[in-house]
């Protein structure tokens, strides 16, 4: 099965409106940690927000929130007032377990999904 | 700027050579991750190195091999280089690989095999 999953090839959304981009997750591991990263077309990996587990509140970082359900297996990044500089493709990724006690410290992450952001 | 650096940003090479790609982990961040980007593979984990040790294998070939020397800049080696082996190598670097640790990447080096 796969760790991440990111259903949506593509998303289009106008400037200045919010997007959510959908993530689910699977795992057996109680304690584990999931990102977003952006890959712009010039192709570096950007982090954006981090959420453990075991936090009590979603993430927020700036124009960036989390919509962590635990329950459902979902970590949905949410962008408020999209901009042009948006665009581009969005990855999540999960590592589980903790680390020292047997976990891991790679990422796995989900195939990605292409946001365009237009005027 | 992550401030993860990778040199060289763009590899062209032909089937049955060997490269070499080099990063340089952000100031003070011990551990370096490498990892490979494919069309039909997505990202994958490849190895991971902390401080000079090797921590963690991933799916990565037996004709890839790397290391991290004492300054901290790691290196990773492709041989006997196969069309397939054309991707997009990142290097990722934090501090001490403790959980809820963010992983920095780097720019990353196009490698193209002809």
């Known amino acids: 099965a796969q760790k991440i999953t990111q259903t949506q090839p593509g998303m289009f959304v106008q400037e200045k409106e919010a997007v959510t981009l959908d993530c689910t997750y699977d795992?057996?591991?109680?304690?584990?940690?999931l990102f977003w990263y952006k890959q712009p077309s010039s192709g570096e990996m950007i982090f954006l927000i981090y959420q453990g587990s075991y936090d009590q509140q979603n993430a927020t970082e700036g124009r960036y929130s989390l919509n962590f359900q635990k329950a459902r297996k979902s970590a949905n990044l949410v962008i408020s007032a999209s901009q042009l500089g948006d665009s581009a493709m969005y990855f999540c990724?999960?590592?589980?377990?903790?680390?020292?006690?047997?976990?891991?410290?790679?990422?796995?992450f989900g195939k990605g999904m292409k946001l365009t952001v237009n005027p | 700027d992550s401030g993860v650096t990778q040199t060289p940003k763009h590899l062209i090479t032909a089937t049955g050579q060997r490269v070499t790609l080099r990063c340089s982990p952000r100031s003070g961040d011990l551990s370096v991750y490498w990892y490979q980007q494919s069309l039909d593979q997505g990202l994958q984990f490849l190895i991971q190195y902390y401080n000079g040790e090797e921590r963690a294998k991933g799916n990565i070939l037996e004709r890839f091999s790397a290391q991290q020397f004492p300054d901290l800049h790691s290196e990773l080696n492709l041989s006997s280089l196969e069309l397939g082996d054309s991707a997009l190598y990142f290097c990722?670097?934090?501090?001490?690989?403790?959980?809820?640790?963010?992983?920095?990447f780097g720019p990353g080096t196009r490698l193209l095999v002809l």
């Open positions: 990724a999960m590592r589980e377990g903790l680390l020292g006690q047997g976990g891991s410290e790679k990422l796995v």
């Open positions: 795992t057996s591991d109680p304690s584990y940690g």
């Open positions: 990722a670097s934090s501090v001490a690989g403790t959980s809820g640790e963010t992983q920095y």
